[in-house]
């Protein structure tokens, strides 16, 4: 549900140095999305009424990304020019913020843009009972069985909580905490914009702890409450590329069982990945080995994989398609593709349409029934309503230089082994004889054949290969002695043949 007057500010500034990457951390891919989108989706999910990405590092690939995510509301964008702690962060932030619209008032949560587990119903009950609470600051926490590298809860003797100290600047007794700070925290506005100005370096880093500001508000008299996180994988972060992996595999489970309870059949959940925007009608069934990347949408009753990827496509009902990598394609009702296929950016299958095993095809549309059975490569082309192309068709739509479209008609009959050189047009109900290489438009109803004379030159292999096994097997079969050749053969006798 919104909250009144929420305030969302993510801290995405880190260099992220142990990703050994020149790519943002928080612009490392996580189910087909930046981290940073994934904190930034989760606090959008309260519906704050601000919504601050607080930038440093890299911040003109992150400021690129959010102007594209036309699936996120409007983020204001504060820049931490130097990193000089979480406090320092939060400032940019709220500077960032005046600087839009004045005075900060109500709540103000303050997210990491590397938890992509965390979800927006864990952020409305931070919000919720933190104002509910009365407290100036309530903290996310977690209990763990091992609290190494996190900031330690540290409470008083009746619970409430005292603290957070961090473990290189913890002791051994606060060390053997295993309550930990999540770095997500519930702020009343006006005690964060008075505490952080004050908030020292003292510490092992020389930074400016946000969590500092937890034991100013106690000096000042105010409450301080926590809220503990129910699944503590909510409250991890990434700092490398294991931690990616491993909370890559946690997501994943997630999006697994979120779509197995809507009704989608997955028969093997640890193979089968799916990316967070991806949606699934109810009963359509995904084979083991099944990957759904970012902007796919398939609908009802159909039947992906074993072994197939599909990125940025759109499937319509009834569709089935089998070990296939398909790309910005778009398969109608009922379609069905593969193994083997492999459909490239602008593909469109309209209802009914068969694409066979190793068959290609980019940028072009295969009409109502058609089929394109096996072994061709189709680039730049329209097929139109029921027409069949034979195994081993090509379109030569390619000339070095520029790319050529191929129109082929309604109920049009393309032979095995034929070759369609752009640009060309074959109009409704014609056929091409198989073996043909044409060049020129055929008109409607009209068989074009378009290959050499077969010439045959009677007894070459005995003559030019007399001691080859080949001639053996002729000479068995009766070649040389008079036997009859089949009818119908012409007679050659250039010796000069060559069978090239």
């Known amino acids: 549900?919104?909250?009144?007057?929420?305030?969302?500010?993510?801290?995405?500034?880190?260099?992220?140095?142990?990703?050994?990457?020149?790519?943002?951390?928080?612009?490392?891919?996580?189910?087909?999305?930046?981290?940073?989108?994934?904190?930034?989706?989760?606090?959008?999910?309260?519906?704050?009424?601000?919504?601050?990405?607080?930038?440093?590092?890299?911040?003109?690939?992150?400021?690129?990304?959010?102007?594209?995510?036309?699936?996120?509301?409007p983020v204001i964008s504060g820049v931490q020019e130097q990193q000089l702690g979480t406090g320092h962060a939060a400032a940019c932030g709220l500077d960032a913020l005046r600087a839009r619209i004045g005075t900060v008032s109500g709540t103000v949560i303050v997210t990491s843009g590397d938890t992509p587990l965390l979800r927006a119903e864990t952020l409305e009950?931070?919000?919720?009972?933190?104002?509910?609470?009365?407290?100036?600051?309530?903290?996310?926490?977690?209990?763990?069985?091992?609290?190494?590298?996190?900031?330690?809860?540290?409470?008083?003797?009746?619970?409430?909580?005292?603290?957070?100290?961090?473990?290189?600047?913890?002791?051994?007794?606060?060390?053997?905490?295993?309550e930990i700070n999540s770095s997500v925290y519930a702020f009343d506005a006006a005690v964060l914009v008075d505490t952080l100005p004050r908030v020292g370096t003292s510490n092992s880093q020389g930074e400016q702890y946000l969590t500092d500001v937890l034991a100013l508000a106690r000096a000042d008299g105010h409450r301080v409450g926590a809220v503990i996180a129910d699944d503590a994988m909510e409250t991890e972060g990434?700092?490398?590329?294991?931690?990616?992996?491993?909370?890559?595999?946690?997501?994943?489970?997630?999006?697994?069982?979120?779509?197995?309870?809507?009704?989608?059949?997955?028969?093997?959940?640890?193979?089968?990945?799916?990316?967070a925007d991806v949606t699934i009608g109810a009963d359509s069934v995904l084979e083991p080995g099944v990957q759904l990347k970012a902007g796919t949408s398939i609908g009802r009753d159909c039947r992906i994989g074993p072994d197939t990827t599909l990125s940025g496509c759109t499937l319509g009902d009834d569709v089935a398609i089998t070990r296939s990598h398909c790309i910005d394609a778009r398969v109608g009702d009922g379609a069905d593709v593969g193994p083997f296929a492999y459909l490239r950016p602008q593909t469109v299958l309209h209802h009914g349409a068969h694409v066979g095993?190793?068959?290609?095809?980019?940028?072009?549309?295969?009409?109502?029934?058609?089929?394109?059975?096996?072994?061709?490569?189709?680039g730049d082309a329209e097929v139109g309503a029921?027409?069949?192309?034979?195994?081993?068709?090509?379109?030569?739509?390619?000339d070095g230089v520029h790319k050529f479209p191929t129109v082929i008609g309604e109920h049009v009959f393309v032979g095995t082994n034929s070759t369609l050189v752009a640009p060309?047009?074959?109009?409704?109900?014609?056929?091409?004889?198989?073996?043909?290489?044409?060049?020129?438009?055929?008109?409607?109803?009209?068989?074009?054949?378009?290959?050499?004379?077969?010439?045959h030159s009677r007894g070459w292999v005995l003559r030019r290969r007399a001691d080859s096994r080949y001639a053996d097997a002729a000479r068995r079969a009766g070649a040389g002695n008079g036997a009859e050749q089949p009818a119908g053969q012409p007679d050659g006798a250039d010796d000069k043949d060559s069978p090239a």
């Not at 946690?250 to 309870?261: A, E, F, G, P, S």
């Open 1 to 73: 549900m919104p909250q009144p007057d929420v305030t969302v500010i993510v801290l995405a500034a880190g260099a992220g140095t142990r990703m050994r990457s020149a790519t943002p951390k928080v612009m490392h891919p996580i189910a087909g999305r930046p981290l940073v989108w994934h904190a930034l989706a989760a606090a959008a999910g309260i519906t704050p009424t601000h919504l601050v990405a607080v930038l440093g590092h890299g911040r003109e690939q992150v400021t690129g990304f959010l102007a594209t995510a036309t699936d996120l509301p």
């Open 125 to 178: 009950l931070l919000a919720r009972t933190h104002a509910d609470a009365g407290n100036a600051v309530t903290v996310l926490t977690a209990t763990v069985a091992d609290p190494t590298g996190y900031g330690r809860i540290v409470r008083e003797a009746d619970g409430t909580v005292s603290r957070i100290v961090e473990h290189r600047d913890a002791d051994d007794e606060q060390r053997a905490i295993r």
């Open 238 to 275: 990434v700092n490398d590329r294991a931690q990616l992996a491993a909370l890559a595999r946690v997501l994943n489970d997630r999006i697994v069982r979120r779509h197995q309870l809507a009704g989608v059949t997955i028969l093997d959940p640890v193979s089968t990945w799916i990316d």
């Open 357 to 378: 095993a190793h068959v290609e095809i980019k940028k072009s549309t295969i009409g109502p029934g058609a089929k394109v059975p096996h072994l061709t490569y189709l």
């Open 386 to 398: 029921g027409s069949n192309i034979g195994a081993g068709v090509i379109t030569a739509n390619y």
């Open 424 to 455: 060309v047009t074959l109009a409704d109900g014609s056929y091409v004889a198989a073996g043909s290489t044409v060049t020129q438009d055929v008109a409607a109803g009209d068989l074009a054949v378009a290959r050499g004379r077969q010439h």
